[in-house]
């Protein structure tokens, strides 16, 4: 059985394609990982595939001391990558980018391994950017970023099956949502973003005159202090904390956290996210109207290129951070846009997880 290994962390947003495509391909592969000992490590643990952690460095986009080890540290990284490689002799190495795909994809460039790489955002990450000749295509969601490379193929962004197989009847029952509702989805990644939880906090009452809510809070986001005043009372009956509040004819309910991403969507008229690219693209698949509050801090400013982008062609809307106060006006203006719904209807979006395993197998077969 000819045998992969993919590569990628550091986010999340590079996790979470790898095991899009991972799914698809481990009926027919033998699959390992390799990464740091972030997220990366949590995820593919969680799905049961072998894990392989070799520890990158990651370069701090300012001036500090700890940049001055990445050097000998990333020495350290390539020597140990070499190793597993000797050793475990995948056919091909598929990364996903991040800072911790980087020991990976230079140990099978020494060994002459084949290597792919899959770009999500509009501008190539500096990991693409330092790897793309060590590889024989530089997959990317985005036509235009595959332009800005000799090897460059556009295959789209790989989604989610379960994200694509949510059913709005099941998943209004589950969360509690008068069928004929109009819902609203909140977000902001599975650890969460506090503007967004402040911002929904104050909105809230607003809101809740023209949607019933669902907002996903995040594991490292505080839960939202309204809902536990005398106005939204809570009530934890779920394990995993569950709150519900009811005004009028509106529901709001709050989780930190919900693996079942597929009915959370498949419940949701219209969606408030940050703008990450595999989130938008999962909105697109999905022809969800979304409102992209790009992330504006600790960023080299690739949501806010997406954000644009996807505006700029009638998509969905664009909220900048510092615009919150006026999130509530800005939903409602989605969620009845006619214009932007047609042009979600009309828009093509490739199947890039059947695109991408394509290309793997013109490499395997």
Sequence with gaps: ???????????????????????????????FYMGTGGIEQRLI???????????????????????????????????????????EKPDLVFSKGGFASYPAVWASAKLKIPVLTHESDLSPGLCTRLIAKKCAYVLTSFPETAKRFSNGKYVGSPVRREVLNGDSAR??????FPENDRVLLVFGGGSGSHALNQALESTLPELLKH????????????????????????????????????????VYVCREFER???????????????????TVFELLALKKPGVLVPLSHSSRGDQLQNARYFAQKGLVKLLPEEQLDLMCDVICDAAGDCELKKNLDQEAIPNGTENIIKVIKEFLE
């Design 171 to 176: 998943a209004r029952r589950k969360f509690g």
């Design 1 to 31: 059985m000819k045998r992969i290994l993919f590569t990628g962390g550091g986010s999340a947003g590079h996790v979470v394609p790898n095991l899009a495509i991972m799914r698809e391909l481990h009926y027919a592969y033998s699959l």
């Design 260 to 278: 079942d991403m597929g009915s959370a969507y498949a419940a949701a008229d219209v969606v408030l996210c940050r703008a990450g690219s595999n």
């Design 211 to 250: 949607f019933s809510v669902l907002h996903l809070t995040g594991l490292s986001t505080p839960l939202p202090q309204a809902i536990l005043t005398d106005k939204y009372e809570s009530n934890s009956s779920e394990s995993f904390s569950q709150n519900k509040a009811q005004t009028q004819k509106h």
């Design 45 to 87: 643990a969680n799905a049961g595939y072998p894990f392989f952690r070799v520890d990158c460095p990651k370069l701090v986009r300012a001036f500090t001391v700890q940049n001055l080890k990445i050097p000998f540290l990333l020495q350290r990284a390539k020597r140990e990558a070499l190793t597993v490689l000797q050793r």
